[in-house]
């Protein structure tokens, strides 16, 4: 059989939320294009509803996650690396397609999306131990601190790198316990909604990772200004709607993870994704809880060794 | 409640403390006038007496004092790791030495029991000196990777209910690791800081790289709002550290706030009632329940609700108010008129709103600011005595049934800064300690401080640590 007699199948593209596949509440689409500006697919144009949904979805899924043991955590990671290593090529068409990158460059991306994937998989069960720890206090306590997630995190991916830069920051959100609203990039959202595909047979509970595409700053602001998120990682906002959102996030003190240098055009997104990650955007999204108890004392046995 | 005997007066003398009529602003080493010649008194909570004239810094002397912070920043943080930590020892054994001196003039200027600030204030302060002191050659083993850098200037804020033990959880780390400050402590209790500044004069410390500048609330905004300014750290009140969050918005400051709370402290019908008791008493009485931290609201497990109140009143009728100074005193002044009048506010609304008042019979002083232990019963989770801060000595009473409604009840705040929990069972400690969403958490204990031990709140109690090995990444480029 030869591919020329037979016609392709397209694939509607859908939002990820609460571990469905839903489309925008709003009926909208926005057409997403290649490099060259060739037509790709109808994404989604997520609405306010749409993210204020995504919120009462992570919300809710964030107790179970937060709750389920590091061990746990790290081995539903670690099956996202091996669902997405199963789908390379089609994550490989989609990141050529949408960042114009030649076919090696982007399965180079890809490949390293998913050691990413292994390398936080690693994390979720060491982050404590190097974050926490006994405090030698002053007096007859035992002193305790240890890292815990704060909640419902807002994400706003990178523009640019649309797999292993959008990989780079949900997988630290959600390796230390917090749920995540993410927001794909604007024009190159369609490996992040494969994303979701893999995520949902990956063993990651429903609503843990929740994803929209559309108009990133239409769709920050009611994150941002949201009372039931508890931070926001502006990565994939430019000097502008980076300032406006931190005004908005001050409103609840949400812990605010600042988008990075910018590039000459403004873009707070030249990050180089390949390069190693550091703990920064695990320890970003953690508190510090410090537990005290007396210790006692057993009298004046301490010399029998 | 008649007692047998009656306790002597014991007094502190204040004669170790020797208070200049009038004080400057510390810039660059020297004491000076504020730019535009403005001052302000402070006076002593517990008799209104006028203890001294001090300047009022504006937004020209805010400008001078970063100068002279970012020249000294160069020097300072050129410096090796061990000469910083030599500076830091000297600065901590000189607290030591003139601790009594310090906690006399704290009592002085803050209206707290000497009791307090001879054996919590001063001990910790000092404590914070030599814990960082000892940090700062060691900055490249504190997990923020190899040769972390200071960030430079450091505008800091703090409040007026510990105002010596707020500058040393301040001031220590950021020169630990660097940085050089420019400090403004609270308009009501500006003193200690100012004898701070003599320590430093003494410590032979270089000029610029620790400035003073006493004022109000409008010089604490020049501070955190001065563009050379590279990291703002401010303990006070969440709406002030709202204003803040915003004002930095699009910067790159570096900030942390150590904002309000509203403590639950969890009482279980297993728990010791007498060191409960000991405990809610602490937690909510200690400094007159000043503290961000405190206790404030008190859950306790109906079935030994009435052994608890009962027992805790009993306790409450032994506690003695009065002059600060005297060393059986237990509560002493409220900090000032308008705190007096904040809290005398809210306490009405929470009898408006039908919350049941008891307060302690005790007698007040005529003159000075004083406001009696007191607590409500009756109170639901939707009173305001419930939900906002108080921030003096009152305490609400809640009872719960289930160790989930004591921890929903908790957790049923805007704040996430403190919670206490009283039982015998440690299964249950550890089970309810990981549900509680709060940065500190004290078992079978309430109100423990130790420079090693980072706090901080979770929710609208603010962002980022200070004490311990964690409270250095606020002042490290990490």
Redesign the interface.
Same mark, same amino acid.
């Given at each position: 059989m030869s591919d020329q007699n037979r016609l392709g199948v397209f694939k509607t593209y859908k939002l990820y939320v609460g571990g469905k596949f839903p489309r925008s509440e709003s009926g909208r689409v926005y057409e997403v294009t290649d490099s060259k500006g060739q037509w790709l697919a109808n994404a989604p144009q997520s609405s306010r509803k749409d993210a204020r949904d995504a919120v009462v979805a992570a919300r809710k899924a964030f107790g179970g996650w937060s709750g389920a043991t590091a061990y746990n955590r790290g081995q539903v990671l670690y099956r996202v690396a091996e669902m997405l290593e199963g789908r390379k090529d089609q994550f490989v068409r989609e990141v050529a397609a949408s960042e114009g990158l030649s076919k090696s460059k982007a399965a180079a991306a890809v490949d390293a999306a998913i050691d990413r994937w292994v390398w936080y998989a690693g994390w979720t069960d060491k982050i404590g131990q190097?974050?926490g720890?006994a $405090?030698?206090?002053?007096?007859p306590?035992l $002193?305790l601190?240890t890292p815990e997630p704060?909640g419902v995190v807002a994400v706003l991916a990178p523009q640019e790198s649309s797999l292993l830069g959008l990989v780079s920051v949900i997988a630290p959100v959600i390796a230390t316990g917090n749920t995540a609203v993410v927001i794909a990039s604007a024009d190159a959202p369609l490996p992040a909604l494969s994303l979701g595909e893999v995520l949902a047979t990956s063993d990651v509970p429903g609503g843990v990772v929740n994803i929209l595409s559309g108009a990133t700053a239409e769709l920050a602001a009611p994150l941002a200004a949201h009372q039931d998120v508890?931070a926001i990682d502006l990565t994939g906002a430019d000097?502008a709607l980076? =300032?406006?959102l931190?005004?908005a996030?001050?409103?609840?003190?949400k812990?605010v993870l600042?988008p990075g240098p910018v590039d000459a055009d403004g873009a707070a997104d030249s990050a180089d994704w390949s390069a190693s990650p550091?703990t920064?955007r695990l320890t970003a999204f953690l508190?510090? =809880?410090?537990?005290?108890?007396?210790t006692g004392a057993l009298g004046a046995s301490g010399s029998s060794y | 409640m008649a007692s047998a005997f009656e306790y002597a007066p014991a007094p502190e003398s204040r004669s170790v403390v020797d208070i200049a009529p009038s004080y400057g602003l510390f810039i660059d080493g020297e004491f000076t006038e504020a730019a535009d010649g403005k001052v302000f008194k402070t006076v002593s909570p517990s008799s209104e007496e006028v203890l001294s004239e001090v300047a009022r810094a504006g937004a020209a002397d805010v400008d001078r004092a970063v100068k002279a912070a970012r020249k000294a920043f160069e020097k300072w943080s050129a410096l090796p790791g061990s000469e910083r930590a030599k500076y830091l020892f000297r600065i901590a054994r000189i607290i030591q030495e003139r601790s009594r001196e310090l906690a006399v003039l704290e009592t002085l200027d803050n209206g707290k029991p000497i009791k307090e600030t001879r054996d919590a204030d001063l001990p910790l302060v000092a404590a914070h000196f030599f814990y960082y002191a000892g940090w700062a050659d060691k900055l490249d083993h504190a997990g923020y990777g190899a040769n972390p850098r200071p960030l430079g200037v450091a505008g800091q804020v703090i409040p007026w209910n510990f105002p010596l033990l707020m500058l040393a959880w301040k001031i220590a780390p950021a020169l630990a690791t660097g940085n050089t400050v420019v400090l403004k402590p609270a308009e009501t209790t500006p003193l200690s800081a100012l004898f701070f500044a003599d320590i430093c004069r003494q410590a032979g410390l270089p000029k610029g790289v620790v400035n003073i500048l006493t004022g109000y609330g409008d010089a604490g905004e020049a501070l955190v709002t001065h563009p050379d300014v590279n990291k703002v750290a401010f303990t006070g009140s969440t709406a002030v550290g709202k204003a803040i969050a915003r004002s930095v918005a699009g910067t790159d400051k570096k900030v942390t706030l150590e904002l309000g709370g509203k403590g639950a402290n969890i009482v279980f019908d297993d728990a010791p009632i007498d060191q409960a008791v000991e405990g809610i008493v602490t937690g909510i009485f200690f400094n007159q329940g000043q503290v961000c931290c405190a206790g404030s609201r008190l859950l306790v497990q109906e079935s030994v609700q009435d052994e608890v109140l009962d027992a805790l009143k009993r306790r409450l009728s032994t506690l003695r108010l009065g002059d600060p100074l005297d060393k059986n005193t237990d509560i002493g002044a409220i900090n000032s008129a308008e705190q007096l009048a904040r809290i005398t506010a809210l306490v009405e609304t929470g009898e408006a709103e039908g919350a049941e008042r008891w307060s302690a019979p005790c007698e007040l002083p005529s003159s000075g600011y004083w406001f009696a232990p007191t607590l409500f019963t009756n109170v639901t989770q939707a009173h305001t005595v419930a939900r906002d801060e108080i921030f003096g000595p009152v305490l609400s009473v809640l009872s719960f049934r289930t160790p989930d409604e004591a921890v929903a009840k908790a957790n049923n705040s805007q704040y996430g800064l403190s919670a206490g929990i009283w039982t015998e069972k440690g299964s249950r400690i550890l089970a309810v300690a990981g549900k509680l969403r709060a940065g500190v958490v004290w078992a079978n204990t309430f109100n423990k401080f130790d420079p090693t031990s980072p706090f901080g709140g979770y929710k609208e109690s603010g962002y980022g640590r200070e004490g311990g090995r964690h409270g250095l990444e606020a002042y490290l480029d990490v």
């Amino acid at each position: 059989m030869s591919d020329q007699n037979r016609l392709g199948v397209f694939k509607t593209y859908k939002l990820y939320v609460g571990g469905k596949f839903p489309r925008s509440e709003s009926g909208r689409v926005y057409e997403v294009t290649d490099s060259k500006g060739q037509w790709l697919a109808n994404a989604p144009q997520s609405s306010r509803k749409d993210a204020r949904d995504a919120v009462v979805a992570a919300r809710k899924a964030f107790g179970g996650w937060s709750g389920a043991t590091a061990y746990n955590r790290g081995q539903v990671l670690y099956r996202v690396a091996e669902m997405l290593e199963g789908r390379k090529d089609q994550f490989v068409r989609e990141v050529a397609a949408s960042e114009g990158l030649s076919k090696s460059k982007a399965a180079a991306a890809v490949d390293a999306a998913i050691d990413r994937w292994v390398w936080y998989a690693g994390w979720t069960d060491k982050i404590g131990q190097i974050s926490g720890g006994a $405090n030698p206090v002053a007096g007859p306590y035992l $002193n305790l601190s240890t890292p815990e997630p704060t909640g419902v995190v807002a994400v706003l991916a990178p523009q640019e790198s649309s797999l292993l830069g959008l990989v780079s920051v949900i997988a630290p959100v959600i390796a230390t316990g917090n749920t995540a609203v993410v927001i794909a990039s604007a024009d190159a959202p369609l490996p992040a909604l494969s994303l979701g595909e893999v995520l949902a047979t990956s063993d990651v509970p429903g609503g843990v990772v929740n994803i929209l595409s559309g108009a990133t700053a239409e769709l920050a602001a009611p994150l941002a200004a949201h009372q039931d998120v508890n931070a926001i990682d502006l990565t994939g906002a430019d000097t502008a709607l980076a =300032k406006e959102l931190e005004i908005a996030a001050a409103d609840n003190l949400k812990r605010v993870l600042r988008p990075g240098p910018v590039d000459a055009d403004g873009a707070a997104d030249s990050a180089d994704w390949s390069a190693s990650p550091g703990t920064h955007r695990l320890t970003a999204f953690l508190e510090t =809880k410090t537990v005290w108890h007396p210790t006692g004392a057993l009298g004046a046995s301490g010399s029998s060794y | 409640m008649a007692s047998a005997f009656e306790y002597a007066p014991a007094p502190e003398s204040r004669s170790v403390v020797d208070i200049a009529p009038s004080y400057g602003l510390f810039i660059d080493g020297e004491f000076t006038e504020a730019a535009d010649g403005k001052v302000f008194k402070t006076v002593s909570p517990s008799s209104e007496e006028v203890l001294s004239e001090v300047a009022r810094a504006g937004a020209a002397d805010v400008d001078r004092a970063v100068k002279a912070a970012r020249k000294a920043f160069e020097k300072w943080s050129a410096l090796p790791g061990s000469e910083r930590a030599k500076y830091l020892f000297r600065i901590a054994r000189i607290i030591q030495e003139r601790s009594r001196e310090l906690a006399v003039l704290e009592t002085l200027d803050n209206g707290k029991p000497i009791k307090e600030t001879r054996d919590a204030d001063l001990p910790l302060v000092a404590a914070h000196f030599f814990y960082y002191a000892g940090w700062a050659d060691k900055l490249d083993h504190a997990g923020y990777g190899a040769n972390p850098r200071p960030l430079g200037v450091a505008g800091q804020v703090i409040p007026w209910n510990f105002p010596l033990l707020m500058l040393a959880w301040k001031i220590a780390p950021a020169l630990a690791t660097g940085n050089t400050v420019v400090l403004k402590p609270a308009e009501t209790t500006p003193l200690s800081a100012l004898f701070f500044a003599d320590i430093c004069r003494q410590a032979g410390l270089p000029k610029g790289v620790v400035n003073i500048l006493t004022g109000y609330g409008d010089a604490g905004e020049a501070l955190v709002t001065h563009p050379d300014v590279n990291k703002v750290a401010f303990t006070g009140s969440t709406a002030v550290g709202k204003a803040i969050a915003r004002s930095v918005a699009g910067t790159d400051k570096k900030v942390t706030l150590e904002l309000g709370g509203k403590g639950a402290n969890i009482v279980f019908d297993d728990a010791p009632i007498d060191q409960a008791v000991e405990g809610i008493v602490t937690g909510i009485f200690f400094n007159q329940g000043q503290v961000c931290c405190a206790g404030s609201r008190l859950l306790v497990q109906e079935s030994v609700q009435d052994e608890v109140l009962d027992a805790l009143k009993r306790r409450l009728s032994t506690l003695r108010l009065g002059d600060p100074l005297d060393k059986n005193t237990d509560i002493g002044a409220i900090n000032s008129a308008e705190q007096l009048a904040r809290i005398t506010a809210l306490v009405e609304t929470g009898e408006a709103e039908g919350a049941e008042r008891w307060s302690a019979p005790c007698e007040l002083p005529s003159s000075g600011y004083w406001f009696a232990p007191t607590l409500f019963t009756n109170v639901t989770q939707a009173h305001t005595v419930a939900r906002d801060e108080i921030f003096g000595p009152v305490l609400s009473v809640l009872s719960f049934r289930t160790p989930d409604e004591a921890v929903a009840k908790a957790n049923n705040s805007q704040y996430g800064l403190s919670a206490g929990i009283w039982t015998e069972k440690g299964s249950r400690i550890l089970a309810v300690a990981g549900k509680l969403r709060a940065g500190v958490v004290w078992a079978n204990t309430f109100n423990k401080f130790d420079p090693t031990s980072p706090f901080g709140g979770y929710k609208e109690s603010g962002y980022g640590r200070e004490g311990g090995r964690h409270g250095l990444e606020a002042y490290l480029d990490v």
